[in-house]
């Protein structure tokens, strides 16, 4: 199970760049991100290389985030290959409530990294199926 680090910013000029730089000074990587944004605030999700230490930065500075457990699913990168994830969530009766991409690092692939209520069955699920869950 991965964990994702949430972060309520407000939607100004420089935002980004003070995320950038809380997570470079404390020498931890994005692994995959997602922003979200709204008037007067947005939503930065992403996968870090060290959450608790991110969350832990971030609070300090005054950020409110939260850290959460997300999926997240090895594929190989080949067209229909999301699609396929995704009908099987669906025939599994699993809603997605969002997605963004990584990859591995190692092996080169794409991850696909979801949040789902009750990510835990969800994960055996899909391993039952035959995904590669990171």
Do not use: W
Not at 54 to 63: D, P, R, T, W
Request: with cysteine; glycine share 6%.
């Amino acid at each position: 199970m991965l964990k994702q680090l949430s972060i309520y910013a407000e939607n100004k000029k420089g935002t980004m760049q003070d995320i950038t730089t809380i997570l470079a000074q404390k020498k931890i990587n994005i692994l995959g991100s997602v922003t979200n944004d709204s008037a007067e605030y947005g939503i930065v999700r992403m996968v870090v290389s060290d959450p608790e230490a991110a969350y832990n930065a971030f609070s300090e500075k005054g950020y409110l985030c939260r850290v959460t457990d997300v999926l997240g699913v090895e594929m190989t990168d080949e067209v229909g290959n999301l699609n396929k994830l995704l009908i099987t969530l669906n025939e599994s009766n699993i809603n997605v409530d969002y997605l963004y991409l990584s990859f591995n690092r190692s092996s080169g692939r794409p991850i696909m990294v979801f949040h789902a209520e009750e990510p835990y069955e969800v994960e055996a699920c899909l391993k039952g199926k035959g995904f590669i869950i990171c």
